[in-house]
Structures are given as C-alpha cells and as structure tokens.
C-alpha cells in the first residue's frame, strides 16, 4: 500500500518509505539513509525481491547502468530527414500523398501537402551500414555504438500531450517525471549533488515548462533540479541572495550550528519522531551541496582539447556543448539522471520545423550534432559508458508530406529515438517505418516500451515499480509497456 | 398491469439466479462442471481481472469478455467452434496463437471447451466486476447504506466515547491534555491557517472563564479567515490553478472569482449540499444567484489541452480524443471529489476492482457531453443574469432554426421593423490615397479600381497606412473591402497560405487644413459580410493586438467591412484623412484593399449586409420562400438579440465549465450534448453504443441511469447529477466530506484514502465513528461544516499532547533519541497514531509557513478577494506560455503581502519556494498533500530571498518594540514559536544576535524545526 504521505506520519516522510513507519519509528543510521534515499543497493550482489503492495523501491534485477544522460529534442525531429532514409520519398516527390487502402490522411494543425523529399543527402555508415544524412556528420562516425528505434510511435500529435508522454507515460499533467521515477526507485549515488538534474536550453525552458521534469505525486526531492548555465544564478537557492547583505559567511556558519542545537534539544523533547531528525541532517547535506555544486559547475577545469572536443570553441556548438560537457560532469559525480534539452518552446529555434525543413532544421544539427558525439565519445574514453545510457529522443517525428511548401507538420505515427552505453548493443536499428515514414510498420516501439527498456537496463521491472496514488496504481509505463531485448547487449 | 409485470418477473429469475446453483439449468451446469474449472486454472492468469496485466485485451471471466474478445476480436462465436478463436488457440492451430504458452490443455479440456462453444457457449456468470454483492451484509463498507450507530458508553462528548472504545480494547493511554499555549498554536493554525499573535495568546492564556477554549474556537470560526484556510483545502482536493498548463499555458485571466466563492462559501457556513450542487449544476438550479454561476470553476479548475481543443483542425482524431481525456478530468474531480470514488479507473474496462462498470463511467461522461471550459458571463445582479439566460437561451434557438422562436409574433414584429428602415441606399465614394505606406516594407501597387494590391516580403507583422484627401464635406461612415486578387494565394483576400486575413485594429486619423495633431475619430458599429468563428470584426476596435478580424474559410472572394463614426464629422475642405490598418497577429496581412467613404445622414446604419440578405431585401415578401423568411428571420434576430445582450448592464467573468461560454477560436460552445460512446478498452477507433447520462450503479439506493425530460439541454444532465449526489441516501457523500474535514484536524483521515473509499483505499480506522459524524453532519448539522469543525475540535481526542510527559533535557545525538517507556509501549502496538492514542505533530503546510512568517515580520495584509497576485514579473513569451521570473518580483510589492491563498498559480511553473514545500501544482488533485523533507527544502528555507527579506522586516518590528536585546530575543521567540525561549536558549541567542544581528536570528528561527511542525 502506497498511501500519500499523511501530514501527521510519525516515522515515514516519504511515501516509498512508509514500511518504516511500522517499524515503530525506528531511527537508526539505515532508516534516515532510507529517509533521505541514499542508494542501498547498487554495487551489492542482492536483489531483494520487491512486493507488489508495497513497491519498496529498491533493484528489481541487477542493472547495467546506474546513471541515464538523456538528450531530449524538443519540438519533434524529424526523422525522414536524419536517419530514416526512405527512396520513396525521392522518387514520388511533388506527388499527392496517397498511402493506398483507403487510409485516412490528416495533419493536426495543417492541410495536407504534396510529398517533400528531404533535401539532404544519405549516406551508410559505419559497419552496421546505418543511414545517416549529411547533418549529422558526428554522430556518424558513432552509429556502431548507438541502437535505434526506428518505429516510435506516439498517441498524439500535439506537442504539450506528446512531451507529457514522453516524459511521464501519460497525456496529462501531473504525473512523475522519467528521471523522478529513477531518483524514486534507486535514490541517490551522492551527498554532494540533486539526484535528477535538467539542463535547459538556455534560450527558454522546452513545452510545458518545468512540467515535464516534475516529480508529479512523488515527494518533492525526486524532481529535476532545474541548472540554468544562461542565468545569473543557475542553481535556485544554492546560497543567499545578494539582496541580503546581513547574511554573512560567519552569520551562516554560526548560525547553522545553532540551528542544529536547538532542533536537536527539540528533538529530545519531541521523541519517536523520525522528520525531526531528518531535517536535521537535510541541512548538514544541503552545506555539502553549496560546497559542491559551484565546483561542478566550473568547466575551466577542463582541458582545453576536451573544450574544443564539445565544441566549446565555436559560437554554434557552444551552448549546447556546455551543457553536454557538464552532463558528463553531473554523472562522473554520482547525479543519477541528467535531461538536457535542445530547443526551447514555441515555434522557432527549435525542432518543431513546420515552416522550412531547409532552412529550420540544420542548425539544429549544426549545434548538436559535434557536442553529442563529443560526449559518446568522451564518455567512452573515460570508461563512464560502462555503467551510463545515453538516450536521445524527441516528442514525435514529423510528416512525409509538405506543409506549405517547404515545412512538415507533426507526426505521432512515426519517428526515431536511440539509445547508447551499458548494456546496449551497438549498431542495432529496431522496427522499421513504412515506405513513406509516415506510421510505424513493424516493431513499433512506443513511449512504454522505451521506458520499460531503460528501466530494465537500471535493474528495474516496469511492471512493479509502482506508486498508489488516488485509488490507482501508477507506473511511468501506464498499464503497457513491453522491453524491447533486440537492443540489449 | 401490475400482475402482468408480475408474472414477467417471475419467468425471468431463474436465468438471473442460475449462477447461484440452486436451480441451475442443464446449460449452467455444463459450465459450471466442465467449463469454468479449466478457465479458472489455465486461462484466468492471464485473461481476467485478476491478472496483473489483461493479455491481449482478452478477459474470459465474462460473457461480456470473450464476447467482445481482445485485440483479434471475439474469442468466442456461440456454436461455432471451428470459427471462435478460443478454440483454435487451445488446438494449437495456427502457428502463431497457441495458448496457454507453455503447457497445452489436455484433449478432455480442449474436447470440454469444444463442446461448450458448440452448445451455444451458455455463460451463467456475472460480469467479473459488476458488484460482488450490491446488497446484504458482504456489501463494501463504504457502499452500506447509512444509520447511525449508537454512541458506546463512556466519558466526554460522542467521538471521544468512540475513541476510548478502540483505545481499551487495545489496552492503550491517551496522551494527557496539551497545555493551553500548545493548544492555542494549534487550534489557530487548524482553524485560520496562521499562528496567534502574542496578544491573542495572551488573552486566551488570561482567559478564566471553564469555555475559555470554546469561546476561542467560535471566535476563530467566525474569523474570515478560517474561510481562507478551508478554501485553499478545498482548492487542493480540485486541483485549481490559474493557467492551462500544457504547451500553451495561458494565464486564466478570471479563474479567481471560483477561488472567492469558495473563501465566501465557506465563511458564510453554506449547507454542505447546498455547496456540492452549486459547483455541478448551480447555473441551472439557482439562476438568480450569481454566485452559483461562479460555483461552476469546480468543473474548468483542472488543467486543459489549449493546443488538441483549440488549436489544431477541429476534423482530427486528435480533437476527438482530447474532448473524451478533457470530460475525463470533470468525471475525476467530481467523482473522486464529492463520492471519494475512482470511477476514472473503468475508462478502458470495467473496474478492476470495485463495482463500477465501464457503463458507469461512459454514463458520467455523457453527465458533461455538453459542457466545455472557458470564460462565462455572470451578475452583476440576479434578475440580469436571468435575462441573460434567457436572451442567450433564444439566440441559440435562432442559430438552430427553431421556428417557434424565429416566428414568434414578437420576433415577426422585429424583422418587419428592422425591413422598413432598410430603405436608404448608401452612396460610396472610393478613396484615392497620395500616400501609402507599408511598415514591414511589402509593395502596395495601385490598381485601376484604387485598390492596391500587396506583393514581395509578407512582415510577420506589418501596419499598411493610406493617406487621401477628402473629397466630401461630411464624414459618416467608412469602408474597407477586401478583394480577392489571383496573385494572392488562395486568390486571397489575405496573403497568408490559406488566403486569410487577421486585421487586428483599424483606426482613422483627420488631419484639418493647416492642423500639427491629427484628430483620432471614434468609430463605432463595425459591421462585416462575414467573420470567422471568434476572429469578428468588433475586434478591429477593442484596442488589442492580440485580436483580429479573419475571414476563414471564405477565402478566394471579396469581404467588406464597414465602420461608423460616433459623430458625423464636418471636413474642412483640404482634410487629410488617414486610415490604418493595423495586422500585427502574425502573418496574415491583407493582399488587396479598398477603402471608401460616404456622407449618408445617420440613422441610417451602413452595416455590411450579406449578398444574401440584399437580395432577399429587393424579394417582397409574397415571393419569398419559407426558406428564405427563415434566413432573414435568423439574420435580423440574431442582431437584436446580439444587441439586447450588449445592452444589459455589464456581466463580470469567472473560468468556469457549462454549456455556454465565450467562444475562443474553434473551442467553442456545442449547440447541445456530443454524442459519447463507450470506447472498448478506451480507444477513439473502437466506440461501441451511445452512452446515456447516469452515475453509478453501485449506490443501490439511487436510480444509475437519468430519467431526464429534456436531454438535449446539457444542463439537465449536470441537475440530475447534482441532485444524486447530494441525495440523504447517498452514502458516499456524507462519509466523504465527513472525512476530509476529520483530515484536515488530524493530519489523517479516518479513512487515509480520502479520495478512495473502494477497494484499493484504505478502511476505515473508526467505522462507526465514521458513520456516526456522517449521520450526525447530514441529520443534525444539517450540513454544517463549522459545526463539524467545532464538534471535532472541541473533542478530548483533538486535544490530546502530542507526547507523554517529558522533561526538557539535554540535546538529543541524531539517531540515538531514546524513547519514552510509555511512549515505546504504544508505539509497538500502533506506531502509526491510527487509534488516536496521542495528537501526532503535522509539519505546517507551505501557505501556513509562508503566511505566518508574514504575519511575524509585521507585513501580512489581511485584505481580501480580487484578482490574484502575481509574484513574478510577468512578460509575453515566445508563442502562448508567457516568460515567467520569480526572481524579478518585488518581494515589498503590496502583491507580496497578503495571505498565500491569494497567490496566482502558475500550473507549469509554480513558485519554487512554495514548490519546495510541497505545495501541489494544481496537476492532479491532491486530497492529501505530501509532507516531505528534503535538501532542496532546505536550501530553499535558508537561501531563499522571501525569508531573507522577511527576516529584515522581524528585525526592524523586534527594533521598534523592544529596546534591549534580551527583550527582542523574547519578542521574537513569542513571535515566532509562541513561547518564551528557556534559560539557555536566551543565551545562546543573546549572544548570537550579538554577534550577527537580529535578521540572523530570525533567519534562524524561521528554520528551526519547532517553527516547521505543529505539536
């Protein structure tokens, strides 16, 4: 049973560690690192058993990876012009788009053009001889290391619903984020940093805003800690602000201790109850995190042939190489899951390219496509893709045929995502599109099954990991969800 | 009659009964004998309601399931072995369904099925989910129907005599009665939200008299603020916010007014099914009570999918699918609201769990198949409002061609009138501009005719400006037309793909001989041929960019539009006069237009007439078709009616969902209920029959399914659910509210699933307690919640300590506290405080810390209602969502000072502080909220600029009243923990204060755990 957590719970904070309460308050060291949700069971050779009822959210199996980068295009990227090469498209260009059978053509926000070849051109790469057209020359040189799902689909063909889906399983608002279900079901790998952090475009947050890295009804502590590299303070509330002279380094100092003391002599006058003890210790973590933090942050560190290797040296890889590069930072530190997005919301800068595939979608590849194979690469070097999964998704593709011309409408039927590192097997491409890329044909690989995959890669059975909310019991994968096992290594 | 009924009875029992065995026929016992032990034991894992996952979508623990099949269709057709699915999987036919997996069925089990299909597939049994037992005594707790239990014999006021049953059965001691400053701190922040002040404390400290505690208790129930608190509960349960919270999270400009009613509501202690009918149904059943209009932000609080409801083609699957998830919210928040019901959970199959069918759920559906969410007009007075109603009630029947209204003798009377003034024939004369002008730098090239055709770059946004001086001594009316051109795309009018247009303002400019200063003449009465769905021409004069006037779908011909002045104007000879045409929504800019200008004497109104309408005007009436008397009939009632609706005195505007409300693009309201089909496993491609509107079929006591005289009119579906839900017999209700209040002053229902009485929730810590309040709340309190609220509060068990006596000692080592004797004995037989044993400590909820750091520093301000405060800067963003800072507020703003209540919600960006502390997004609906501690938490409450500034603000007050810092350091502790600091504590924050000042200290105190928990 997974009750929300009463406000009046004497030992159990968090609703995943409600088992606690019925061990009569208990506070030894294990219960607060269960409070707080340390990682009690990665790296052991354990795999507890995880009860339905109580969805004690420990390792299911035992995992291949530990920590998830995820590269997340927002707007819909369009899959016939990067990697789901179709000649018929070429050949039938200018056409009316007729998929045959009497199938029902319809485009959500546009009337359906004439078929629109992509003006870009494909070539095989790789051993695994997988198409990639001339945008992403990078990411070419990795297709051996990358499996990919060439058949997504989605259940809808508009952004807000679509990137719900993709990063909670449901159409709506308020349902835990992917990394928040991994921060839930693993905890943390360290003191020092947020266990879930975003990274947005800096040039405004993705569709949806901060809901799609919510924790939803999970506890608050599961949710993406949002650092903004374009702001002035990129982390909120890592330190006072500057407003407030009066708070000086020696009034924090010695004013954190007193604080300690006295919530510890009212602890002893308020015994049995376990959220006095743990707030005490959240402060002494979060002085750990206001040291930390800043260090992580400071790219100068880095060399410069590293810099250079994300492309930090020219204007148009700059940002989103940045953040790549601190992404492989967060997780080399022990952060469990890092989003970094690409795009911001509304209708330009941005993959959602209704008005000029030409024109629109290059310099997206152009920013992207070094920095993300600077970070396969620099990964691997480091030895970190042993235990790290690098996915790269987006919310839906996009259509066969023109919108106005020179655009292309959204398309939920088909598109393409791929995922790289521990336990994935390189070089594999799954499912495959109709001749048009218009729907998924066969091997359809939905949000479901895609989560299911990682989560069974972080030793995690979707099926069980579970969270009663409201009289349901919630999953990230809804009520579907099958693992894709072509992809495994 | 009644013997002929009678008798039906009788001879359809025994097929109803056939399951129970007693008289099972030869068919029920094949099945019983032979058929259900092999589905039992090797099929049910897999395909029934038992299993984890349905596989396939195939259930066989039902006619209804195989009948209907899985994703392959029936499994099986009655007498038809070789052709039913089933039976070929047990066979192992086809290579690749061979079920079960792993071990096939035996040949007598494959022979057993074989023979049950051939004899027709005889199915006794009930739908796997219908109710177990709708009746008797296995009946569901929350289901059984509701009497009063007798109050046990014992000491104290009847729920303390409930409570001191279970505590002696399980050999438990309460806690003593907490001191009265504990007491105090807590009734304030149950009641109000806010701790005592150290006067008001005092008073009551002071206060001798034996109802001392009482008498606060009413003087904090008639505090306007207790409805504050209560509201911001009841928002919770709803989950309201103020923006759409999708991609497209537009700001609900009047969402607020719901958030007043709810403050008004519950300070004016209106009766609980009062209450409940107003927020389905309160349009239809109270219509002379604005208020009840306002109730209605009940079923748009949720979040809404602006881009799949408004944005997108209206011919999409993807509309389609967004209308049943949109209906879906209002069942949710109703059901689970008002019934503590998951009815949500049998949308893609019956409940798994509790006696709900997907029936039940489809009918709820049907209950809002006419109602949408948007802004809604009400009041300002109840005999308007009923006006209102009534004169919109008739414009839609005109729009539907109902004769009866469009023939009435009023209405014939009106179109006559409105015929015989239709004499004047204006004279147009085309304007010949010397200037013309394009911002965005588009070509305007004259034509023959004086229109200039637009070409080269279309602006994102452009302001065309034509300059002409007047040939004509007077000004009355000016016109623009809009001409189709075969450069344009579409052949125009506009240059947009489509060909339309978006003309977002339209103004006229008179430059007098010899003037500096144009003269901005006042235009009034735009008129068009035609307007697009929300896009019309009034538009063109509201003074916003953000609206336009459109033409869509008319494209590829001309359009006119025509505007009067106020007052006619007398023109100099030699005036300049300028017109612009203002396109700034993007795009859309007109391709060839045509401006004219007429000195007509008033009152003849230059309105655009339809060529339809001008040609009926040249028919006499003799000549005129029914058809066509219909058209004029709609055309000129449309007007009038349109006019008497602008004429009444001005409506206020609440976000709210009914049948009617401003249309907003394609979103807009249905003439009457869609039709709703239930959907097989949830799916828009696979609708099955009509759902009729009803509720559920498990609250025995009521009818499930609506008889309703007008169906068509959507209000009567909401009527006929507002009525079942409050009906005395409705069980569900009573216990449900009974509960959420008991929640909101224990920190924990008696039930700890508020919004889950089935199955899947928990049960009941107090059952008879339980029903006893819910009786006593509906029989006696007459739906009373302050009475509730004073009954509960005013009990022994409310006022228990929070722990046995302990002495103050030295401070605890983290991890090492050790636990009182008393405390551990009662702990190890109910750690969890579910007997009441003790009053557990609630760590204070984020609008109780905010608000009472407030009301420390000395800044709260206690005014009430009103548009909500924005504490962030607010700045259009790059398409709908705006750019949201909170880091730019003024934190002394006057928007910074009052009650949290107040505080806009923003649903995709909430305030991270209040974030932090687990205040909900308005996403889901949130009966409990969580309570968590965290880092971030932390982080915020030490770092956070709020209770930095806050903290200066506690020091300034300290400063002003008191002199000496001992005295400050005692001020602040009263303040702030209601208590005087001990002996040590002085010292030590003496000589921290010394040290780094009084801000720091506060800083501190808002910190300390003892602040952030409620014994």
């Known amino acids: ?489 | 009659m009644t013997k002929l009924f009678g008798a039906l009875l009788l001879a359809t029992l025994p097929l109803g009964a056939a399951s129970s065995g007693a008289a099972a026929s030869p068919d029920a016992r094949l099945f019983e004998d032979t058929v259900r032990p092999v589905l039992e034991q090797r099929c049910y894992d897999c395909h029934s309601h038992r299993a984890d996952k349905i596989k396939g979508g195939l259930a066989l623990d039902s006619r209804r399931g195989w009948s209907l099949g899985g994703d392959h269709g029936p499994a099986v057709i009655p007498g038809e072995p070789d052709r039913s699915l089933l039976i070929r999987a047990i066979r192992r036919q086809d290579p690749d369904r061979q079920m079960p997996p792993e071990h096939a069925l035996t040949p007598a089990e494959v022979a057993a099925l074989e023979t049950w299909v051939q004899r027709g597939a005889p199915d006794p049994r009930e739908p796997a989910t219908a109710p177990k037992s709708v009746s008797g005594t296995n009946l569901w707790w929350a289901l059984q129907p509701l009497v009063q239990p007798a109050v046990p014999a014992g000491p104290g006021q009847p729920i303390d005599a409930f409570i001191a049953a279970r505590l002696q059965a399980q050999g438990l001691t309460p806690t003593p009665t907490a001191d009265r400053r504990t007491l105090a701190r807590r009734i304030y922040f149950d009641l109000l939200g806010l701790p005592p002040t150290p006067e008001e404390l005092d008073r009551f400290l002071k206060d001798s008299s034996p109802t001392a505690y009482e008498d606060l208790v009413q003087r904090l129930l008639d505090s306007p603020r207790h409805g504050e608190r209560s509201a911001r509960h009841w928002m919770d349960a709803v989950h309201f916010a103020e923006t759409h919270g999708h991609d497209q999270d537009r700001v609900r400009e009047n969402a607020w007014p719901y958030r007043d009613y709810l403050i008004n509501s519950f300070n004016a202690d209106k009766p609980y099914d009062r209450f409940v009918q107003e927020q389905v149904a309160g349009d239809a059943l109270f219509p002379d009570d604005p208020q009840a209009a306002v109730a209605l932000g009940l079923l748009a609080a949720g979040p809404w999918d602006e881009s799949t409801l408004r944005d997108i083609r209206e011919d999409t699957l993807d509309r389609e699918i967004g209308r049943y998830i949109d209906r879906d919210d209002m069942v949710t928040t109703v059901m689970q609201t008002f019934t503590s019901t998951t009815v949500q959970c049998a949308r893609c199959h019956d409940h798994k769990f509790d006696p709900i069918s997907q029936s039940d759920y489809y009918a709820l559906q049907a209950v809002f198949a006419g109602v949408g969410r948007g802004n809604r007009r009400y009041g300002p007075d109840g005999a308007t409002q009923r006006q209102r109603t009534e004169l919109t009630r008739r414009l839609a029947a005109v729009e539907q061609r109902d004769p009866a209204v469009l023939f009435a003798p009023a209405a014939l009377k009106t179109v006559r009138d409105w015929e015989s003034q239709q004499t004047t024939n204006l004279v147009w004369q085309v304007v010949r501009p010397d200037v013309f002008v394009s911002v965005a730098g588009a070509t305007l090239t004259r034509q023959p005719d004086d229109s200039f055709l637009a070409s080269g770059p279309q602006g994102s946004t452009d302001t065309y400006t034509f300059t002409a001086t007047s040939t004509l001594e007077r000004l009355t009316a000016v016109r623009l037309e809009v001409l189709a051109d075969d450069s344009l795309p579409q052949h125009g009018p506009g240059r947009e793909p489509n060909g339309n247009l978006h003309l977002s303002e339209f103004q006229l400019l008179a430059f007098p001989p010899g003037a500096t200063n144009a003269q901005r003449l006042e235009l009034t009465h735009p008129s068009a041929d035609f307007n697009q769905s929300g896009w019309t021409i009034a538009h063109t004069l509201d003074g916003k960019d953000a609206t336009a006037w459109g033409i869509y779908p008319q494209v590829g011909q001309a359009h006119e539009a025509v505007f009067e002045l106020r007052e006619g104007l007398k023109l100099p000879a030699g005036t300049r006069l300028t017109f612009v045409l203002r396109q700034l929504h993007g795009g859309h800019c007109i391709g060839r237009p045509r401006l004219s200008v007429t000195d007509a004497e008033p009152p003849a109104r230059a309105e655009v007439k339809p060529a339809e309408i001008r040609q009926l005007l040249a028919t006499p009436d003799s000549q005129r078709s029914q058809e066509q008397r219909v058209t004029l009939a709609r055309y000129v009632l449309r007007q009038d009616l349109t006019a008497q609706l602008t004429a009444l005195p001005p409506a206020a505007l609440v976000y709210a969902g009914a049948g009617d409300f401003e249309p907003d693009g394609s979103h807009k309201p249905s003439p009457k209920p869609r039709p709703v089909h239930l959907l097989r496993r949830g799916e828009i491609t696979k609708p099955e029959e009509t759902a009729q509107p009803g509720a559920l079929g498990c609250v025995s006591a009521l009818p499930s399914r609506f008889t309703l005289a007008d169906s068509q009119n959507e209000a009567t579906r909401r009527v006929a659910l507002a009525r079942w839900l409050t009906e005395r017999d409705n069980p569900l209700t009573w216990r449900s509210i009974v509960n959420r209040v008991w929640q909101q002053h224990f920190g924990r229902g008696l039930v700890d699933t508020p919004n889950d009485f089935g199955r899947m929730g928990g049960t009941p810590s107090h059952p008879e307690l339980l029903d006893w309040l819910a009786v006593w709340f509906r029989d006696e309190a007459h739906g009373s919640l302050k009475q509730l609220h004073r009954l509960i509060v005013t009990s022994a068990t409310y006022r228990r300590a929070a722990t046995y006596a302990v002495s103050p000692g030295e401070p605890a080592k983290a991890g090492t506290t050790p636990l009182p004797e008393n405390f551990r004995t009662a702990s190890a037989v109910d750690a969890d405080d579910r007997l009441l044993w003790r009053r557990a400590p609630i760590r204070l909820e984020a609008e109780e810390i905010r608000d009472a750091v407030l009301q420390m520093s000395g800044r709260l301000q206690l005014r009430m209602g009103g548009p909500s405060d924005r504490m962030f800067d607010l700045q259009p963003g790059i398409h709908v969502t705006p750019k949201v800072d909170y880091n730019k507020f003024a934190l002394d703003s006057d928007a910074g000072s009052r009650r949290s209540v107040y505080r806009f919600l923003f649903r995709t960006l909430p305030d991270p502080f209040m974030d932090a502390l687990d205040c909900p997004a308005g996403d889901q609906l949130t009966p409990v909220r969580n309570a968590s501690v965290t880092v971030q938490q932390a982080l915020a409450l030490w770092n956070n600029a709020f209770i930095a500034r806050q903290a200066e603000h506690l020091a300034a007050r300290l400063a002003r009243e008191e002199t000496q810092l001992e005295g400050q350091v005692r001020r602040a502790f009263e303040l702030t923990l209601c208590r005087p600091p001990a002996e040590p504590e002085q010292r030590d924050f003496v000589n921290y204060a010394r040290e780094h000042g009084l801000a720091n200290l506060a800083r501190l105190l808002f910190n300390s755990n003892e602040f952030m928990f409620l014994n």
């Open chain 1, 1 to 489: 049973m997974n009750p929300p957590t009463p406000r009046s719970a004497p030992a159990s904070v968090s609703p995943r560690r409600e088992f606690l309460g019925r061990l009569g308050g208990g506070l030894g060291s294990v219960a607060l690192a269960q409070l707080l949700g340390v990682d009690q069971v990665l790296g052991g050779d354990t795999a507890p058993a995880v009860g339905r009822p109580t969805g004690i959210p420990l390792a299911h199996h035992r995992p291949r990876v530990r920590r998830v980068i995820q590269l997340f295009m927002n707007g819909g990227a369009s899959q016939m012009d990067l990697f789901d090469y179709k000649p018929e498209l070429f050949r039938r260009a200018g056409e009316k788009f007729d998929p045959g059978a009497g199938q029902h053509v319809e485009a959500p926000t546009s009337e359906p053009g004439r078929i629109l070849k992509p003006q870009f051109e494909f070539r095989q790469h790789g051993q695994c001889g997988r198409w990639v057209s001339n945008l992403l020359p990078h990411l070419a040189t990795c297709v051996d290391d990358l499996a990919f799902f060439m058949a997504m689909a989605s259940r809808t063909n508009v952004h807000g619903p679509a990137s719900y889906l993709m990063n909670t399983g449901f159409l709506l608002p308020g349902f835990p984020s992917f990394g928040s279900w991994v921060s839930y079901a693993l905890g943390r790998l360290t003191d020092n940093l947020p266990t879930f952090v975003v990274l947005p475009d800096t040039r405004g947050l993705p569709y949806n805003q901060r809901g799609n890295f919510s924790s939803g009804f999970l506890a608050v502590q599961h949710q993406g800690t949002v650092i903004n590299m374009g702001g002035p303070t990129p982390i909120a509330d890592l330190r006072p602000p500057d407003s407030a002279r009066f708070i000086t380094p020696a009034a924090s100092r010695d004013g954190l201790a007193l604080l300690q003391q006295f919530n510890r002599t009212h602890l002893g006058e308020n015994p049995g109850d376990s959220r006095l003890d743990a707030r005490i210790q959240a402060y002494e973590l979060a002085a750990r995190m206001q040291l930390s933090a800043p260090e992580v942050l400071d790219l100068q560190g880095e060399t410069e042939a590293t810099r250079n290797l994300y492309g930090l040296n020219a204007p148009v890889t700059e940002d989103f190489g940045r953040r790549c590069l601190l992404a492989r930072r967060l997780v080399e530190r022990g952060v469990r899951f890092v989003q970094v997005w690409s795009g911001a919301g509304g209708p330009t800068n941005n993959w959602d390219n209704h008005a000029n595939i030409g024109k629109e979608l290059p310099p997206m590849c152009a920013a992207t496509d070094q920095p993300i194979a600077a970070l396969l690469k620099d990964l691997q070097a480091r030895g970190l893709l042993e235990d790290t999964l690098v996915l790269w998704n987006t919310e839906f593709g996009r259509m066969p045929f023109s919108q106005s011309g020179e655009g292309r409408d959204h398309n939920g039927g088909t598109f393409v995502g791929w995922m790289a590192g521990a336990g994935v097997r390189g070089g594999v491409a799954y499912g495959e599109s109709d001749p048009w890329s218009w729907k998924a044909g066969h091997n359809v690989t939905t949000n479901y099954d895609f989560h299911a995959t990682v989560l069974h890669l972080l030793g995690l059975d979707h099926g069980r990991l579970i969270f009663r909310h409201n009289g349901a019991d919630r999953r990230l994968t809804d009520v579907h969800g099958e693992v894709v096992r072509e992809v495994l290594a």
